[in-house]
């Protein structure tokens, strides 16, 4: 008995797919670490995405060639330790002192220096309303 | 107030609960009078549920900040529009939503379909199942009905929700999540009563479009909220939350698409069960991602316990219609085989895998950090590179099978008949590429295939129009537009598709030509300074302030010229919300219908003492396609989706008691 040619399309098919996955994620990365400030020492090499919450006002200018410097703590674990950040770009509207923020870059010399224009911070949508401070 | 809300919860709950117990018996035991119970159980929830919805409404519309969510979620000096919009922007008030949804869709397909009794008596438990999950989660678990002490004044709303877009973007999108739910139900409806014919998929064609249709327009809704409000200058970022959203409208769009074989040619009838609760599946699961926290995104959904309720009723619901497929199996098999690997079948298979593959490698990514930490123990995440990667890889090919599929003939195709009918999309596909490329557009190779492909479609499209308007006036006579409107009157699902196909290509040219060929520039300015980008010269001019309802309004007035004339005035800013105590970026864009594109600018920095302007601008040609798309698209939705009598009459023939056997 002939036996139809569709099981044999999805076959390859599926095959072709984890192909491309497997040469993907070999070839052309597997993703970015994201890591909290305590983990930095574990990744001295290679950009990562930094999750953190700032500590204390900033300072400098985002668009000056010193650029922006600010602190970034622990969100879980040990929250005392912290990094400081030195970042260029846009600074999103809801940045400051408290919010939780991911950056992307690398560590240099202690101070993890980010991509220009990768801060962003947690967007507090819905689900998490403001709260009024007192 | 809050205790009749709680009330109605309640009596939700016992009805719901009453609807799946009676039901379940009632269709085991084949007890035509518990049936009718349990429908009418199921109908009568809605009802109570409305009346739980309009107590939160009221005290939304008073301010009634004795209701928690009500304190919590808004505030005096917020826009009764905003208020009432609130019910959708906390996490009780949406699972209020969504149950007050399903209710509603539920009543009302149970009311339609009242005659199919074999197929809904099974129904009515599978959408009570569902409705009582998510009412004992309102009822015991997360209630919009909590009351303290009243604050003098509420938190307020967010800013970023405080747009018009809240108003439509998010009950659009529960609409279409919600809406799977029936075509499911029906699907497991029709597996437990073993009437595994073409009937369920009939009876909710039009429930899956329209889910489908809302998803879709919830979505571009939702993509142009972000584009208007974020102040980022995009309108997708592969956010995981957006992603929730992605992948159960291409499982969906993957079922609408392989019903039609199982419709013509009884195929794939485990196929469309298994995508009829991925996409099922999928929208609990995007609802799981956003209650849980165990992803980064950037929209911060707090940290609730609901992620692990969600979690075990996607078990449930997976382990349910896994097994309910698998028990059928012998119910499901096939006489009919694909006839060959060219054939209308086989390319609306090819269509499928690769919707699958897309949505499936979406999915991967959005549970890659969940999966690393376990294995590795080290959270990584993928980003867009990966995201795009894929959307090229499944998408182009995709984009290039809407072309195609709709011109080739069931069952085989011979070559020859192949190279007849594609002569003139290849030909126009050839042409612009070349085109493109001599204008010196070939930069960028996805944004020139999207091109090369878009022409391809869009000739075949044309194509079709054409051919069935020349044919239906040979045969009535009459203008070309009265053909036109009586070919597409007595085709809707077939021309109502192609319009749609339209639409999506519209957005494909759209995404590519802002993507691939936008221009970014950023300079801090002083009053009476310009800049130059892309043709244009932007001359900052001054700051103003101005008091709003709710916020105050800083804008810098920025004039436009190209070529010495002097186009627009734009007012990009920022606003503060004082109650809320943030502050918001506030776009201005001008519209230019020269490259059907935007002049976007963004006050990225604004210092008042100094008057100082860090200004942001960006030409997206061609981004204003993809909004319009939307328009279309709700337009071929609603051509395909339309009542058609001559339709109707031949389905109940088909399916009418008796005719099976003769």
Known sequence: MRRSPARLVIALSVAAVLAVFILYTSVAG?????IQPSDLARHQAGDVMLVGRVVGAATGDA?????????????????????????????????????????????????????PGSLSTKCPSKYAPAKKST | MAALGRAALLLSFGLVLYALVAGTLAAWQRRRRLALSAQNALIAAFGSTVVAALVLWSALARSDFSFTYVAEHTSRALPLGYRLAALWSGQEGSLLLWLLILTGYSALAVWLNRRTRDLVVWVVPVLAGVASFFVFMLCFISSPFRTAAAPGDGAGMVPSLQNPYMLAHPPLLYLGYVGLSIPFAFAMGALLSRRTDERWIVVTRRWTLAAWTFLGVGQLLGSHWAYVEIGWGGYYAWDPVENAALMPWLAATAFLHSVMIQEKRGMLKVWNMVLVALAFCLSIFGTFLTRSGVINSIHSFSQSPLGGWFLGFIVVCVIFSVGLIYLRLPLLRTKTKLESLVSREATFLYNNLLLVALCLTILWGVVYPLLTQAVTGETRSVSKPYYNFFLHSFGLPLLLLMGIGPLVAWRRASLRALGKTFVVPAVAAVVTGSVLIALGYGSSTPGLLAYTFGAFVAASIVLEFVRGTRARRALSGGSWPAALAELVGRNRRRYGGYLVHASILMLAIGIAGSSAYQTVRERGLHPGQSMNVAGYVLTYQRLEQRQESNAVATRAVVDVSRGGSHVTTLHPGKNWYPVEQMPSNEVSIYHDPRNIGDLF??????????????????????????????????????????????????????????AAAA
């Open chain 1, 30 to 34: 597997a993703g970015t670490p994201q």
């Open chain 1, 63 to 115: 668009h000056a060639s010193g650029g922006l410097h600010f602190v970034l703590r622990n969100v879980q674990g040990d929250k005392s330790v912290t990094v400081p950040v030195s970042y260029s770009g846009t600074v999103p509207d809801l940045f400051r002192a408290g919010r939780e923020v991911v950056v992307e870059g690398s560590l240099h010399n202690g101070t993890f220096v980010a991509k």
């Open chain 2, 601 to 658: 600018t963004i006050a990225d920095q604004i210092d008042a003492k100094s008057h100082t302007l860090f200004l942001k601008v960006l030409v997206k040609p061609l981004v204003n396609l993809i909004w319009a798309a939307g328009f279309l698209f709700v337009f071929g939705a609603l051509v395909a989706m339309w009542p058609d009598a001559v339709e109707q009459r031949r389905l109940a023939e088909r399916y009418a008691p008796g």
